[in-house]
């Protein structure tokens, strides 16, 4: 019976743990890709990391908003990531920016948009009602699955 009850557990969690881990997203980035093909198809949430990797000194990463993003408007210099191997990593959800702002590359673009999803959080399950062959031990009415641990289900 334990071991039934184990399996039980181990299924509820990966289903109701849709993202249990960060995930990091290599982004070369360099001229001539295409970033929003690139972002297609990738669910990013928060706690997962960006990775930009270009050799130092050829491109620098800015975090803009949406307008700067669509201007390529180019914050001070101060702002800029520049190592070459630059990590963000996606605190808040929402829409993030990011250009280039070396030269125009920008405007032929080097620019990324993505939108950040929030990690859900497991919904609680109904409590159900005891099936043919149940029996409820602690007292008479139902209880929430989780907090029945004295349901005992007959095979």
Excluded at 57 to 71: E, M, R
Excluded at 121 to 142: H, L, N
Aim: charged residues 15%; positive net charge; contains cysteine.
């Amino acid at each position: 019976m334990a071991s039934k009850a184990f399996l039980i557990a181990i299924i509820f969690v990966g289903i109701a743990a849709p993202k249990a881990f960060a995930t990091d997203y290599i982004v070369g980035w360099a001229l001539g890709v295409n970033y929003t093909a690139w972002a297609e198809g990738k669910d990013f949430y928060v706690g997962d990391r960006l990775i930009f990797q270009y050799a130092e000194g050829t491109h620098n990463v800015y975090k803009v908003n949406g307008t700067a993003f669509q201007q390529c408007t180019v914050p001070p210099p101060s702002e800029a990531l520049t190592s070459g191997n630059d990590v963000i990593t996606l605190a808040t959800p929402g829409r993030k920016w990011y250009v280039c702002g070396v030269g125009k590359h920008c405007v032929n673009g080097m620019k990324l948009v993505i939108i950040v999803y929030p990690v859900m959080a497991p919904a609680s399950a109904p409590a159900p009602t005891p099936a043919y062959g149940a029996s409820v031990v602690q007292g008479k009415k139902p209880m929430s699955f989780w907090s029945n641990w004295k349901l005992k289900i007959h095979f």
